[in-house]
């Protein structure tokens, strides 16, 4: 135990101390402050600083006046040169008299460019001074005689740039802003009234007055009147300044230093004022004349004396002011001096009362941590140090109370906490810990706490420290067996000792609730996907036989219509109109699956929002007419584009559209868009308001619900499933949208889509059907039409189709060789007469381009010149008007005949591969049949056809195998796949197929014709392909 500290001896200080101690803090820093603040920060911070930045401002204003003094006689020489030019012109005076007046002025500049070379820089008078200099060299060299050049009078700007110099000279030396008023009014005057005063007599003098008044010129008189008022002004303005210098000073011999020059200057410069007006009475008479001169000298001259005068008396009350200043400053110093000393006494008498307090407080507590807590510290104290002491007994106390309180929290905690030193020995381990792992405290107590928890060899090596964050390992119960553990350590740092405290927890129970809740997760799992299977499996067998249906009704239309039974046609057309009303509801039902179990896939596209809306308009128009209601639409046409899946919003929008229209006869049914921006976004708007029925509150609560409409008796009379404004909002939200509706009964409704402009962008592809093309034979030969006319092409491709051909139109002739390279036709026709580039130089490029050269080409044209299209090369030769069956006649010479390879349908479903043989077959195509895809492989073996349709979802080998097992050889991988399926794909269906087929096609969503176009498109492309492959060999 260290030995007890002892309070240092009071000594002299006694006094001080036995004051200090018997006042209360409060008292104590009063008094330090008003002894020791007062005179430190008035005297020293306010007084010392301020009386210092006083003496600089004083000291810079004396600069600006000592530089005035040169400028001053400098401004006088100008004034008198000005008025000497004026009467030298008026040969008044001798040329003599300038040069003297002049030799003044270079003497008074050469004193100023002194004093600026000593002060200049101090003031930044630098820049004003050499604008100075260049006048007064200009001015210096021209001739009195001689006039300015451009109309300049170099002593006029001479005058200008010396006041504006002076006036620099004012600011820079703080003489305008000086903060006393009587210096501050006596600045003003000097620096600018009363130069302007001087330079408005000189002016007034250099008018020529007699002169303007013997011719009495008007506007020499207006000049005048205006000089004599701006003189008039300046003399008030200076008189009433002075003045108030005057009444402000404190300076008792100011006011008779000046009352008797500025009542010479006033009196003098009043009769200046009178002598003009003399002259201008009395037309510029002599004596008049002379008068003026003479009373404007004495102006100019009580002026320049009261400038004297008053600078003088500014530079005393400067100095007089530095000197006060100074005086001032000592006396503070003094003081503060003598109050230092009073402070520094008391502080140390303070500092030896506080020291033996803490001294005493020191010894209690190194007791108290020996551990002896008997006994309170007691001290002759009475103020807020003995209120410190009675504290610390409190704390002491409290310590006591608090260990064992925190004592019984760690014995009765629910979670074992234990201790450990830096080297993962256990310090402490309570009752919790102890029915965890089964030891007594006393038995592990020194351990290693790898004795419990095998993993932390120590908790600072092995990172078991993460600041109360949990984590799980084992820990090892008595008998050996381990358990899964809950375990947060804490680092706690005591001095230089570092404790590990550990919380922790037996999680077996959790454990196992964790295990039973991953089985049923991945029994949900499980199910989902059965669901998802179940759902893929309905879309195929529901979507078969319906495409069946569709394709025969389709069929069988065209045979009634064909074979003249058109009475069964509207049957047909029911049958059809039937089939594809079941399909959309079979289609609606399973969206709103694939949306609940996140299937459905976004397909986004940029497109036109007018097209769009023109688009739907033009469909749902007969729908809207059916209840003799008017389609109202108003979309701007610079509404621009959106990007977002066009199928969903087309059909959101038409589901819309159609509510509308069931709900309301022979009314009013609007759909206006617009673009807004709210929250950084574009939106675009589609607003959808009817005259209908209109609905209740509780029937908007049921609006979007499934399966489910307003109520049971619009059901029955308007009939439908409930499901287009379900799915409408099931789009609108994929979509990051929605869509809200206002109703009041018997007033209509009206429904707000809202959705982003550019929808976020997803990984997924729509599939896209093409259109139908002309209804010609597969493998038809081509003719390219290479004509002018427009009505010669049309007639030209109407023969050319009913006999058989593929015929393809150009308008000109560099068209025509762009079609020619592209399509490598079977024949062209060509007329010979078009402009720009005529039938001759076409037949020369064909015959000309290897691509080109072996392609048949039939000129057709008005002048008969068949030698010279046969030396071209020209197959044959036409003279307009053509004769049909000679046209025929050539052509069929060059038709190709059909190939023999078929066309393979690998489908499962017997009736649906019936309908698509007879579809094929119809149109000229041969056809061979395969059950799955075993047999689909054994049928290409045997005749590699030219076109595979190929359903998905088949027993034995699928689709998606028969894909890859067809692309694995290198002689199949050029014949053209379309998938023909009732499975909804998904996006990994999508990628599966991606690179193997070249088409597909949802089952029931397509016409025949579509179909038939598909089959056409490819087999053409096949067949190129074929022809490429042959001319390159």
């Known amino acids: 135990m260290s030995a007890v500290k002892h309070a240092p001896p009071a000594g002299p200080f006694t006094p001080a101390i036995w004051l200090m101690n018997r006042l209360r803090f409060p008292f104590k820093f009063l008094l330090i402050t008003l002894l020791f603040l007062l005179p430190l920060a008035l005297v020293m911070a306010l007084l010392v600083l301020q009386i210092n930045a006083n003496v600089q401002v004083a000291e810079r204003e004396l600069l600006g006046t000592a530089y005035l003094r040169p400028a001053r006689n400098l401004l006088q020489d100008a004034l008198v040169n000005q008025i000497l030019a004026q009467d030298f012109q008026n040969g008044r005076v001798a040329g003599d008299e300038i040069a003297r007046t002049r030799a003044r002025m270079d003497a008074a500049f050469n004193a100023l460019a002194e ?16 604008t100075l200099n260049a006048d007064w060299q200009k001015l210096k060299s021209q001739p009195p005689d001689q006039p300015s050049a451009g109309g300049e009078d170099l002593n006029v700007k001479l005058i200008a740039d010396l006041r504006a110099l002076m006036a620099s000279v004012g600011n820079t030396s703080n003489l305008i802003l000086d903060p006393r008023l009587d210096s501050n009014y006596l600045a003003d005057l000097l620096v600018l009234e009363i130069p302007e005063g001087l330079a408005l007599q000189a002016e007034t003098l250099a008018l020529g007055i007699p002169n303007l008044a013997q011719e009495y010129s008007t506007a020499g ?82 002026n320049f004396r009261l400038w004297d005068l008053g600078i003088a008396q500014l530079d005393r009350l400067l100095q007089t002011r530095i000197a006060s200043l100074n005086q001032q400053k000592s006396l503070a110093l003094a003081t503060t001096a003598v109050v230092l000393l009073v402070v520094a006494y008391l502080w140390i008498a303070f500092y030896l009362a506080v020291m033996r307090t803490v001294t005493n407080l020191e010894a209690a507590s190194q007791r108290m941590v020996s551990g002896d807590m008997s006994g309170d510290l007691q001290l002759d104290n009475r103020d807020e140090l003995g209120q410190i002491v009675a504290a610390f007994n409190q704390i002491a106390s409290a310590l006591v109370s608090s260990s064992a309180y925190r004592q019984a929290v760690v014995d009765n905690a629910a979670d074992g906490i234990l201790t450990t030193d830096r080297e993962g020995r256990l310090v402490s381990f309570n009752p919790a810990a102890e029915r965890i792992f089964g030891y007594a405290a006393s038995e592990v107590i020194g351990q290693k706490i790898t004795l419990l928890v095998p993993t932390a060899a120590n908790f600072a090596r092995n990172g078991f420290a993460m600041g109360n964050q949990r984590r799980e390992t084992e820990g090892r119960h008595r008998d050996g067996s381990l358990f899964p553990l809950d375990l947060a350590v804490t680092e706690t740092r005591l001095g230089d000792q570092t404790l590990f405290s550990g919380l922790m927890r037996d999680i077996t129970e959790e454990k196992q609730a964790e295990h039973q809740l991953q089985q049923a997760k991945q029994a949900a799992d499980a199910a989902n996907q059965a669901k998802s299977a179940f759902l893929a499996n309905m879309s195929h067998e529901l979507r078969t036989p319906l495409n069946a249906i569709i394709g025969y009704s389709e069929m069988l239309q065209e045979e009634a219509e064909d074979t003249g039974q058109a009475s069964f046609v509207p049957d047909l057309e029911k049958i059809n109109a039937a089939g594809k009303h079941l399909l959309g509801l079979i289609n609606a039902v399973l ?54 899946d066009l199928t969903k919003v087309r059909q959101s929008i038409f589901n819309l559209l159609s509510n509308a229209s069931k709900f309301t006869e022979q009314g009013v049914i609007s759909l206006d868009v617009e673009r807004t921006r709210a929250d950084e976004t574009e939106w675009m708007i589609f607003r959808v308001s009817d005259t209908g029925i209109g609905m209740t509150p509780e029937q908007l609560g049921k609006l979007f619900q499934e399966f489910s409409q307003a109520d049971a008796s619009t059901s029955r009379k308007y009939g439908g499933t409930g499901l287009g404004l379900a799915l409408t909002r099931r789009f609108c939200r994929m979509m990051g949208g929605d869509i809200t509706v206002e109703s009041e009964p018997g007033k209509g409704s009206t429904f707000t889509m809202r959705l982003p402009e550019q929808v976020a962008e997803q990984q997924a592809e729509a599939v896209s059907i093409p259109p139908a093309v002309e209804s010609v034979p597969a493998g038809a030969s081509r003719v390219l039409v290479i004509d002018d006319e427009p009505t010669a092409r ?45 039938g001759w130089t076409v037949l020369t490029a064909l015959k000309q381009d290897p691509a080109t050269v072996d392609i048949p080409v039939i000129m057709v044209s008005i002048v008969d010149e068949k030698n010279l299209g046969y030396a071209l090369g020209a197959a044959d030769y036409l003279t307009k008007p053509v004769e049909r069956e000679r046209l025929v006649a050539i052509l069929n010479r060059y038709r190709r005949e059909p190939g023999q390879r078929p066309v393979l349908i690998v489908e499962d479903d017997a009736a649906t591969r019936e309908m698509l043989r007879r579809t094929v077959e119809r149109e000229g195509w041969q056809v061979a049949e395969a059950e799955n895809g075993i047999v689909g492989l054994q049928e290409v073996a045997k005749n590699p056809p030219m076109l595979i349709l190929l359903d998905l979802m088949m027993p034995e080998m699928d689709g998606f195998e028969f894909v890859v097992e067809l692309r694995k050889n290198p002689a199949w991988k050029s014949i053209p796949v379309v998938v023909v399926t009732a499975k909804d794909l998904t996006q990994q269906d999508r990628q599966r197929l991606t690179g193997y087929v070249d088409q ?18 490819l087999t053409q492309g096949e067949k190129q392909n074929v022809e490429d492959t042959a001319r390159r060999r």
């Open 115 to 130: 004093w600026d070379r000593r002060i200049g820089s101090q003031l930044g008078t630098r820049s004003d001074f050499e």
């Open 221 to 302: 008189l207006a000049r005048t009147s205006t000089v004599i008022g701006q003189l008039q002004s300046n003399l008030d303005v200076t008189q009433g300044g002075l003045r108030a210098a005057l009444q402000n000073t404190a300076a008792p011999d100011m006011s008779p230093a000046l009352d008797d020059p500025l009542a010479a200057a006033k009196s003098a410069t009043d009769e200046f004022l009178n002598s003009v007006g003399r002259v201008w009475n009395t037309q510029g008479a002599e004596a008049e004349a002379v008068a003026l001169r003479a009373s404007g000298g004495s102006a100019l001259q009580a």
């Open 591 to 644: 969206d709103l699956s694939k949306i609940e179990a996140g299937k459905m896939d976004l397909y986004l596209e940029t497109f036109s929002v007018p097209n769009l809306v023109a688009d739907v308009a033009g469909v749902i128009q007969p729908l809207i007419a059916k209840n003799s209601n008017t389609l109202r639409v108003r979309c701007p046409e610079d509404i621009g584009m959106m990007r977002a």
């Open 794 to 838: 049309d007639l030209m491709q109407r023969l050319l189709t009913s006999h058989g051909f593929n015929a393809t139109t150009a308008a000109n002739g560099a068209d025509g060789l762009d079609l020619a390279k592209q399509l490598h036709p079977d024949v062209i026709t060509l007329d010979v007469m078009m402009p720009g580039m005529d």
């Open 1000 to 1017: 597909l096609i949802q089952k029931g969503a397509y016409s025949r014709d579509e179909l038939v176009a598909e089959i056409r498109k």
